[in-house]
């Protein structure tokens, strides 16, 4: 079983700084089948990042990823106040196929 | 544009069956390249994947609900449905239901607005 942990729990942070999310992977994550999804309160996730780093459609470009392997990141640079919210990471391939990290919410 | 939109009761007493359903359009339940997941967030938690069915039939369940989990397709209807039996107030969730791009590293692409499912009598 893939585990994935989140890192932090809570990022405080101001509009205008970088936010930098961790994800970590307790065995390699093949291909690079590592996503980012963005929810907000009430709503359901919206696909950020694919393949590791790669931005969905529509998505800013200060929303960008990184990592290969067990290591993950997502950056959020110049943090715009819509972007507070709480952020997951999945992985497929594992056992089970899908999974999802905790998250890391992103405050002001 | 797709748009998936889920259905179902709101409330489900402990021990019955739980059954949703996922409505989709703009993009075809037979369609090869993806497969249609449901996703639960239980109240204040994560998101939990719970299965995934490809329009052949091929099925993939969370092992942890997969004694008591059926997810099935209707093509005529380009319809996806969820069977949760037994259920308990830990089943209490907002349900999901998902398309995974199998082109684009099975990332789940498109989302329903959710349904809120509570367990009690």
């Known amino acids: 079983e893939i585990v994935l942990t989140q890192s932090p729990g809570t990022l405080s942070l101001s509009p205008g700084e970088r936010a930098t999310l961790s994800c970590r992977a307790s065995?390699?994550?093949?291909?690079?089948?590592l996503a980012w999804y963005q929810q907000k309160p009430g709503q359901a996730p919206r696909l950020l990042i694919y393949g590791a780093s790669n931005r969905a459609t529509g998505i800013p470009d200060r929303f960008s990823g990184s990592g290969s392997g067990t290591d993950f990141s997502l950056t959020i640079n110049r943090l715009e106040p819509e972007d507070f919210a709480v952020y997951y990471c999945?992985?497929?391939?594992?056992?089970?196929?899908?999974?999802f990290g905790p998250g890391t919410k992103v405050d002001i | 544009q797709v748009q998936l939109q889920e259905s179902g009761p709101g409330l489900v007493k402990p021990s019955q069956t739980l059954s949703l359903t996922c409505s989709v359009s703009g993009d075809a339940i037979s369609n090869r390249a993806v497969y249609w997941t449901w996703v639960r967030q239980r109240p204040g938690q994560g998101l939990e994947w719970i299965g995934h069915i490809y329009y052949i039939g091929d099925t993939h369940y969370n092992p942890s609900l997969a004694s008591r989990l059926t997810i099935s397709v209707d093509t005529s209807k380009n319809q996806l449905s969820l069977r949760l039996s037994s259920v308990t107030v830990a089943d209490t969730a907002v349900y999901y239901c998902?398309?995974?791009?199998?082109?684009?590293?099975?990332?789940?692409?498109?989302w329903g607005q959710g349904t809120t499912v509570t367990v009690s009598s």
């Open positions: 998902a398309r995974v791009r199998r082109n684009s590293y099975y990332s789940l692409d498109v």
């Open positions: 999945q992985q497929y391939g594992g056992s089970p196929p899908i999974s």
């Open positions: 065995q390699r994550v093949s291909s690079s089948y």
